[in-house]
Structure formats: C-alpha cells, structure tokens
C-alpha cells in the first residue's frame, strides 16, 4: 500500500525558513518521480517543484525559483522541499506526490499517489 506522509509545515513570518519532508512507503521510492503542489484556500493545486529518480534534475515553478529547493534521499526514502525568504502568498497546504515514470511531469492530473498535505502559513 502507497502512501506519503508530509511533515513540517507551520506558521512562520515573511522572510523565514521551513523544510518540508514527505516519508514515502510501500513502493520502491528510487522508480518515481517526485513532486511538490500547493492548494490555497479558493485556488486550484498548483506545482511548485519536481525531482527526476536520481535527484539529478529539478525543476520549478518561476515564483519559488531561487528560494526552494526540492531534494530526495532515495536509501531514505524521502523528498524535501526546503522553503527560503518565504512570503505571504506562500501560505498554502503543500502536498508531496509520486508518479512511476522517468517524466518530470507538471501538472497534477498526471501523479497517482499523494499525501494528506502539510500547512504552510506565512504572516507578514
């Protein structure tokens, strides 16, 4: 059974840091591209990063560039999505998902297996 447990999420000022961390189980993690969205309240899930099966490649959306960093750790089984200089408009329940796949697709429609979300909350 696949599943995805996220952790990390809080709330924080304008300008701080947090690491998010999603645990992966019951499927072999090093097979699956990872990704990270984000829903805020009245919005549609939008991506923020993805991680290709070696940690190799990454990519992201243009308004976290240069803030997030989106790492995995294939003998631990996990993906991180390190959030820097955080603003506001970041504030949003971040979800981790996974796709077997060497694709490093962008939109939500394409991944199968997601976690329950963490919150992230950003006051100014």
């Known amino acids: 059974q696949v599943q995805l447990v996220e952790s990390g999420g809080g709330l924080v000022q304008a300008g701080d840091s947090l690491r998010l961390s999603c645990a992966a189980s019951?499927?072999?993690?090093?097979?699956?591209?990872m990704a990270w969205f984000r829903q805020a309240p009245g919005k549609e899930r939008e991506f923020v990063a993805v991680i290709n099966l070696n940690g190799v490649y990454t990519y992201y959306t243009d308004s976290v560039k240069g803030r997030f960093t989106i790492s995995r750790d294939n003998a631990k089984n996990t993906v991180s999505l390190q959030m820097n200089s955080l603003k506001p408009e970041d504030t949003a329940v971040y979800y981790c998902a996974a796709k077997r796949t060497i694709v490093q697709f962008t939109s939500s429609a394409q991944y199968d297996y997601w976690g329950q979300g963490t919150q992230v909350t950003v006051s100014s």
């Open positions: 019951g499927y072999t993690f090093s097979s699956y591209t």
